[in-house]
């Protein structure tokens, strides 16, 4: 660990950023984290977050930028569009938010500059990322570039679940000693539901599918 570094973990309160949150408390001497109302339809989200960043002892700061459904119709931001069941392969999901990941970047990277920390970390992925194409490898490396440039300041980006699958995010956080902690407090659920979530939605067969499979690793 860096006695002098610092970081701000993007934070939406699910399995995969909460895990990097805890991930962040080993490597970084300084943790913060920044959550964003970007008129979601589960506002829980924000609340589970917040008891996340409790029990990680980290400050959590809330940016609004709700209005982001007025450009943006998705089944995440409009309550007239239902969430797709099933995990789709050839296309995006319906859950898809245009532009969000760059967006949360921008107001992320804004933030961390004025309390000086250069140190971002997503718990975005590009092995299960679902078609969504801002949790690529390839954008996070342009993104940094870009608001590096933009703020004239050197961010770095840091994204520990990039080349890992469900099933080795849930060893991450068995690693980190927070497993039950994730599995009992986060939502990942395009349905609203907390923990195990509704089992129908895309996000929650990952996720069910992901920890089966580590389970199942740790007794054969």
């Not at 949150?21 to 506002?43: M, P």
């Not at 000693?177 to 395009?190: K, M, P, S």
Request: charged share 20%; proline share 3%.
């Amino acid at each position: 660990m860096n006695s002098n570094s610092k970081a701000l973990v993007l934070l939406s309160g699910g399995q995969d950023s909460s895990t990097v949150l805890f991930w962040a408390k080993k490597k970084f001497a300084q943790v913060e984290s920044i959550g964003f109302n970007y008129g979601q339809k589960h506002k829980l989200e924000l609340e589970v977050a917040s008891g996340i960043a409790t029990i990680a002892k980290v400050n959590y700061y809330i940016a609004e930028i709700s209005t982001l459904p007025d450009v943006s119709k998705n089944a995440l931001t409009s309550s007239a569009i239902d969430v797709e069941k099933g995990v789709k392969s050839d296309a995006p999901p319906n859950t898809l938010v245009e532009g969000r990941n760059l967006l949360f970047l921008t107001y992320a990277a804004i933030y961390a500059k004025k309390k000086h920390v250069n140190n971002l970390v997503m718990g975005v992925g590009q092995t299960d990322y679902s078609g969504y194409p801002d949790c690529r490898n390839e954008f996070i490396q342009s993104a940094q570039q870009t608001i590096s440039l933009a703020t004239d300041f050197e961010f770095s980006i840091h994204t520990p679940l990039m080349w890992k699958n469900k099933a080795e995010t849930w060893q991450l956080a068995d690693e980190l000693g927070v497993l039950n902690i994730i599995r009992e407090n986060t939502l990942t659920c395009y349905n609203g539901i907390i923990a195990d979530g509704c089992g129908k939605c895309p996000a929650c067969i990952l996720r069910k599918r992901g920890l089966d499979e580590y389970l199942d690793s740790t007794i054969s």
